[in-house]
């Protein structure tokens, strides 16, 4: 499978991410999987004319275009010209190269938040007018357009979060590559779902003060962020938690509340990314799935039933309450 990886308006975290796995050896994944890589901005030793006579070859068909990954969002700026991001030597604005390449490769991939739904570059007032390939946010559309499909008759594959896991883009881009990633694999946003179908609430080791609602008051406290710190863990689609970051971490368990990067419209929340907006103290954003009459007759119980040792390891930065020593035999 051939693979051309571009960059558009982003900060490239996610090359970042990829190129800090705890894997180093990213390009024998690839070439183990069949996959080439034809050139990546930050990776490839080739620049200027040489990279122009590439795309320049794969749009006329002399050299197949098997995936085209983007990593950034598309800046259709000013008034749609496009001009706010031109390719480098060529006087053609990144977008209008992105529509044309799409419309020959075999597959189409967003790398990020930013590639898939305009993420962080489309925040604000959003002056260059940024978008994601195939959605505005939670909007269809995008750069290129909601009917656009690749040859494959996939729409664009979004690996959506920022930064992306590197398992993410490692195994979707394998999965192409084996032809083992069909419609039925994606989600309704077009995440593929092999992450995308959990939350990072699972696994998260602050399950048990979740479920007794015993809440974190300050960053270093160790209880559930739900309730006061602007964890949105319950609602984000990813497996974070369970796929942790180079083997042992995760956002959450490095003490910072998950803000739902894999989410269209994350870097807009309304509130500041460490709060939890609430109506009569009970928070906006509640659980997938969980209707609220349920949460508030759940919490309230929850409360009240609360153990010492968890009530106050909540709000302490170390366990201060050890659990109990009991025999474990049958009773």
Known sequence: MNLLWLQSGGCGGCSMSLLCADTADFAGQLEGAGIR????????????ADVVALLDNLL??????????????????????????????????????????????????????????????????????ATGLQHDDDRPGGLLGPDFRSRSGLPVVNIAGCPTHPGWVLETLMALAADLLGPADLDALGRPRFYADQLVHHGCTRNEFYEFKASAEKPSDLGCMMEHMGCKGTQAHADCNTRLWNGEGSCTRGGHACISCTEPGFQDPGHAFAETPKIAGIPVGLPTDMPKAWFVALASLSKSATPRRVRENATADHRVVAPQIRKTGRR
Do not use: K, Q, Y
């Not at 890589?37 to 200027?48: E, Q, T």
């Not at 990144?94 to 925040?123: K, S, Y």
């Open 37 to 48: 890589l034809l050139w990546h901005p930050s990776l490839s030793l080739a620049s200027g």
């Open 60 to 129: 006329a068909g002399r050299i197949a275009l098997d995936a085209l990954c983007v990593e950034g969002a598309l800046l259709r700026g000013p008034n749609g010209t496009g001009r706010f991001h031109v390719l480098a030597g060529t006087g053609v604005p990144m977008i209008d190269w992105v529509r044309r390449l799409a419309g020959v490769a075999r597959h189409v991939v967003a790398v990020g938040a930013c590639a898939a739904w305009g993420g962080v570059t489309a925040a604000g007032s959003n002056p260059t007018e």
